[in-house]
């Protein structure tokens, strides 16, 4: 049983994408229908949809398409960790709003696109705070060269569930894996964040097999522990890399070793704990 905690959902009709005219390969609907064909195909029970960053008017739009589209009956989506800018002033009442909204499972603030001190203005700092204590998340999506800022957030909020997406970003196109591996482990010393094992499909050039990803992914499991992990497709950028049924075969080829408890841990266990699915 799979829970798929990163599915980002594009449909142009309803929401605009500003960044997807730099993006040609992802420049089109990529529809629920698509997915949950895929989806079901390759064990994926549940998933959270994670926000496609569109334009920051229609970021409480993107909130309630979604919420729309989980109440058809049989559908897979659980909940929405939603967009957010933390540094503004109007955070504060965002937040409130989605206390109040069961559907929204935590946040996300874009960093790797953006410049790297977005992170440190002190309205950015105090809003990342206000989320202690509400049972929301944080999802930190940052490059290594970032990570050491990541930290400080983690840090400065010891009450704040963070979730490292696509485990931390590692190069792998080009095998810069000594960088990433230092910033993993110091990371991951702190108890108040988990890893999202996903993404990496997209981050290597298109010859990778299992034994290119094996040492990325393995690295991000012994850092973090089997109570710190979850799984997420990335679809539809994992197409970028071969897939939604190629990254989930993956991820059990690279499991093939580890034992059923920590299998399902990593791929329905934890979500449900952090999430309340």
């Known amino acids: ?28 609907d990529f529809l629920y229908q698509e997915y949950a064909l895929q989806a079901h195909r390759a064990g994926i029970v549940q998933a959270l ?14 909130i309630g398409y979604v919420a729309a589209l989980s109440q058809h ?22 937040l409130e709003r989605q206390q109040a ?19 440190e203005g002190q309205l950015f700092r105090d809003n990342i705070k206000r989320i202690g204590g509400t ?26 569930a963070f979730i490292l997406d696509h485990c931390g970003v590692p190069d792998i196109k080009s095998n810069d894996f000594g960088a990433w591996r230092g910033k993993i482990s110091d990371i991951a010393k702190r108890p108040n964040i988990t890893a ?16 290119t990803l094996k040492p990325y992914v393995q690295h991000a499991i012994d850092s973090f522990g089997w109570d710190r992990i979850v799984w997420g497709s ?14 989930v075969a993956t ?20 979500a449900k704990r952090i999430w309340g699915l």
């Open 101 to 119: 909204n069961p559907f929204v499972k935590g946040f996300r603030r874009i960093l790797h696109t953006m410049p790297d001190d977005l992170s």
């Open 135 to 160: 049972g929301l998340t944080f999802d930190l999506c940052v490059l290594p060269r970032q990570m050491d800022r990541a930290i400080a957030l983690v840090d400065l909020a010891p009450d704040v």
């Open 73 to 94: 009956e049989g559908n897979l989506i659980a909940g929405a960790i939603a967009a957010c800018r933390p540094e503004e002033a109007g955070f504060a009442a965002h």
């Open 196 to 211: 999202k094992i996903s993404g990496v499909v997209a981050y290597a050039d298109g010859e990778w097999s299992t034994d």
């Open 1 to 28: 049983m799979l829970i798929d905690t990163h599915l980002h959902l594009i449909d142009q009709s309803a929401l605009h994408y500003p960044w997807l005219a730099d993006v040609e390969a992802l420049n089109r």
């Open 234 to 247: 990335d679809w539809p950028v994992c197409s970028l890399g071969g897939g939604l049924a190629t990254w």
């Open 251 to 270: 991820t059990h080829a690279l499991l093939s070793g580890c034992s059923e408890t920590e299998k399902t841990k990593l791929f329905s266990g934890n």
């Open 49 to 62: 949809h994670m926000e496609v960053d569109v334009t920051p008017s229609e970021i409480e739009t993107e």
